[in-house]
């Protein structure tokens, strides 16, 4: 038998989270779950904060349940490259540019300065990719769901 794994803290990215922590969270979540509900702390950095009224009209959408998270972090564009559905896509040209520059150490060692640890925050990274960048990441057709009725 292997023992599950139990990481000290999960950072996850999610769309919207209330500031208890209660996360919404739509599209392919890949390990998302299963990460925050594994690790002893968990950080959920989110596009925005919502109200709590807004969580609870779709609780459905609830992926992470308030009591598990430690921290809400909001960060619009904070998963940049990948993507956020319902906010903006995912930056082909940026995994490509980090394959290419990563191939080795002294490589990887310059992405690292150049895109992480050089950057002084979100602003000034949002300014390194550009606005015409961001501006062709954003979501251009929003596709809104049909309302449910949870009557009770």
Request: proline share 5%; hydrophobic share 35%; no cysteine.
């Amino acid at each position: 038998m292997v023992p599950a794994l139990k990481p000290d803290v999960a950072v996850v990215q999610a769309q919207r989270a209330d500031e208890a922590g209660n996360t919404h969270f739509w599209g392919g979540s890949g390990v998302t779950k299963e990460a925050a509900l594994s690790a002893r702390k968990v950080i959920v950095v989110v596009e925005e904060v919502v109200s709590k009224k807004v969580i609870q009209r779709d609780p459905n959408r609830t992926l992470i349940p308030g009591f598990l998270v430690s921290a809400v972090i909001p960060e619009s564009w904070g998963a940049h490259p990948s993507p956020v559905q319902g906010y903006y896509n995912r930056d082909h040209e940026e995994y490509i540019a980090y394959h290419r520059e990563s191939k080795e150490k002294d490589g990887y060692l310059r992405w690292l300065e150049a895109r992480v640890l050089g950057v002084k925050g979100r602003e000034e990274y949002l300014r390194h990719l550009g606005e015409e960048k961001v501006r062709s990441l954003l979501v251009k057709r929003h596709r809104r769901s049909i309302p449910v009725d949870y009557g009770f």
